[in-house]
């Protein structure tokens, strides 16, 4: 058996999948043989990743949900129980940056979303997918995004930072407390990936100065694709990491060292 088959008979439920770092990473689950529910609030997103997955043989479905109304999430979970059975493998990848101003400027209502979608969705989800993973006698996988803005300060960017050092914290607690069930909860720390949340950085050009210079520079001088953050996501949640439980994997060249 190759290692197509890693995750034969597994369900992943993926959120953000219609984009980036999500979709990379259902696309690499189903590769290993993982049915996929791809879970992220635009339509058309989903919609192309889903059926790009069907094409390749993969089972795969969507779900709209917009993260924000924390209050859908188990309802969402229970549909994907519903159409798959059971929830083997939980990535929470679905996160916004939020508006950029300095602390000073910053409007509570942009704290609160960026907190909301960022953090809070992702806690709800740990809670209703865990308890589905316990309920069924144990054993899961979780794997939270974070970002290198979890482990350094960056400008402008107060909320989203403080956000993800939350997501970095909430996945450590949380695999304290789910150990004893054996499911592993580790978290991925992309720093800079050419994904639609950085396309206002510009071009490739413009991404290899934003790397090479300043606050956003990393040892390697050269910025992510999804797919670089979606091999470390995946790794997470085969065989073969059975061990690493609480920790986070730096995707970002070096940015944080
Ligand atoms: N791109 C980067 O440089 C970078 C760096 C560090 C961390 N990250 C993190 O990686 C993750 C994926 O980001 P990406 O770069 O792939 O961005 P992206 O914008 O391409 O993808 C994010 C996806 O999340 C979905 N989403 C956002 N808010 C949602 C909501 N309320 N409900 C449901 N779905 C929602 C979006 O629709 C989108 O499909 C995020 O958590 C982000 O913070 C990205």
Known sequence: M??????????????????GIGEATAKMLAGHGAAVA???????????????????GAQATAHRVDLAQTDSIPAAVAEVLRVHGRIDILVNAA??????ADVLTQSEANFDR????NLKAPFRLIQEVGRHMVARGGGGRIVNVTSSSAHRARRVMAPYGAAKAGLAQLTRTAAA???????NVNAV???????????TIGDEAEFAKVIAEGPLANLLGRAS???DVAD???YLCLPGSRQITGQTIHTSAGAVV
């Open 95 to 100: 996160g916004i940056s939020g508006e950029e």
């Open 38 to 56: 791809v879970l992220d609030r635009e339509a058309a997103g989903l919609e192309r990743v889903v059926s790009a997955l069907h094409k390749t």
């Open 189 to 199: 720390a992309p720093g800079v990936t050419m994904t639609p949340m950085t396309a």
């Open 225 to 227: 694709k999804p797919e």
């Open 177 to 183: 407390d789910l150990g004893r069930h054996d499911i």
């Open 114 to 117: 960026v907190i909301t979608i």
């Open 2 to 19: 190759g290692d197509a088959m890693l995750l034969a008979g597994k369900v992943a439920l993926v959120t953000g999948g219609a984009s």
């Open 232 to 234: 470390a996501i995946v």
